[in-house]
């Protein structure tokens, strides 16, 4: 074992260490310093950015991204052939499945015109929806070790009109996680992240003092944290996302219920699994599906997904209500499809096109990553309809 690999196990084993009292203090901690912190570190961030001086809705292609896109798709294919051998192939992201639950999305009935928009277009049509909460990854750990950003892949069914990737016909995707920016803040600096990943090295992607991501780190710390149940938390798209014609978004999914779950005493491997099934088991759990409108290029990029859009400059619009009706959700067969679903942000129709560089490396790195985990698992490849019957579902 290098010196490198060694270093960052011990430096996991602290961050670990802290999860395990994180649930006694830190919503006091979030409740008085993590906004205050989150400006100060996003005044740093964009002081050391240029301004590119692009317009609204604007992208600037980078002329190697096709070939970073093939670099992280082969880096990525790797680890996954390697850490899966013999078994069953994960995900190598996003990767422990808490739970995928039948839901219902319903566009809000009073959308003013301006917003009816894609699927927004006509208020208070009902899609149904499979939701997957999961974990950060790259690895299925105790969920004790693996849950300081939580993830959210919303599919919609019954889409109708052409979509922008042919794999899926009926379908519109919605992928967000549980902090305001993304790990990387490029597809380029993503790269560099997976290299890590691949050698068991990944603290030293921020720590790196000659290419130092100190400040995207501090930015994951401050949301990162030990979760008590995956229902009750916000997600953020992080990237941005077309809106009709010369209009771009962030979108948010927030509880609309400001429940709290205690954090178990003993916590079992799987306890955010548990804590959502005791959760739907007696009740309805909904989201409130917001969007957010880019007003200013710089202060609110589409290329770089390490700074927050401030809210102050363009608040949260309530566009669609996810309603998560009770349910059980956790039979072997629910799970197993869980695994097989392909979640794809170009699983969209042309007026939520996926903007960014981070956006355009996603369509082809988790089309080919979902059909080569499928190959190893030797699983066909399928499309909900929202009429599956699987046991335990409501």
Same mark, same amino acid.
């Given at each position: ?74 880096? +990525?294919?790797?680890?996954?052939? /390697? %850490? ?5 192939? =994960? &995900? ?5 499945? $808490? ?119 501090? +930015?994951?710390?401050?949301?990162? /944290? %030990? ?5 009750? =938390? &916000? ?5 941005? $996302? ?153």
């Amino acid at each position: 074992m290098g010196l490198s690999k060694k270093i960052n196990d011990q430096l996991v084993a602290v961050v670990l260490a802290e999860r395990r009292v994180d649930p006694y203090f830190r919503g006091p901690f979030d409740a008085l310093f993590q906004k205050p912190l989150t400006r100060a570190v996003q005044a740093l961030i964009n002081r050391r950015r240029p301004d590119e001086h692009l317009a609204i809705a604007e992208e600037r292609f980078a002329p190697d991204e096709a070939e970073i896109t093939a670099a992280i798709i082969e880096q +990525m294919s790797r680890f996954t052939r /390697k %850490t899966y051998q013999g078994g069953i192939a =994960e &995900r190598a992201g996003n990767t422990k499945t $808490y739970g995928v639950v039948k839901c219902a999305f319903t566009v809000r009935t009073d959308l003013p015109e301006h917003l009816r928009v894609g699927v927004f277009g006509e208020p208070g049509r009902t899609f149904p929806a499979w939701v997957r909460f999961a974990g950060p990854g790259p690895l299925a750990p105790p969920d004790l070790d693996d849950n300081g950003v939580l993830s959210i892949g919303i599919k919609l069914m019954g889409v109708e009109g052409r979509k922008l990737i042919d794999d899926e016909q009926a379908t519109q995707d919605f992928t967000g996680i549980s902090a305001p920016t993304f790990t990387t803040p490029n597809v380029r600096e993503n790269l560099k992240l997976q290299r890590h990943i691949g050698d068991g090295t990944p603290i030293f992607y921020f720590l790196n003092p000659l290419d130092s991501h100190i400040l995207d780190g501090l +930015m994951q710390g401050l949301y990162a /944290k %030990t979760h008590t149940n995956p229902l009750f =938390e &916000r997600y953020y798209s992080c990237v941005a $996302y077309a809106f009709g014609d010369g209009k771009a978004i962030h979108y948010s999914v927030t509880p609309r219920a400001k429940y709290k779950t205690a954090f178990p005493r003993r916590p079992s491997d799987n306890y955010l699994r548990e804590a959502m099934s005791q959760t739907l088991d007696h009740r309805d759990v909904v989201f409130d599906f917001a969007i957010q409108f880019q007003k200013d290029p710089h202060r609110m990029p589409i290329e770089d997904a390490s700074v927050e859009w401030p809210e102050r400059l363009s608040p949260f619009i309530r566009v669609a209500e996810l309603r998560i009706p009770a349910q059980k959700f956790d039979s072997p067969a629910q799970l197993a499809f869980a695994r097989n679903l392909s979640f794809n942000p170009w699983h969209a129709l042309a007026e939520h096109r996926p903007l960014g560089n981070q956006n355009r490396a996603r369509k082809a790195i988790y089309l080919e990553l979902s059909k080569f985990r499928q190959s190893m698992n030797d699983e066909a490849r399928i499309e909900p309809t929202g009429a599956e019957t699987l046991d335990g579902t409501a």
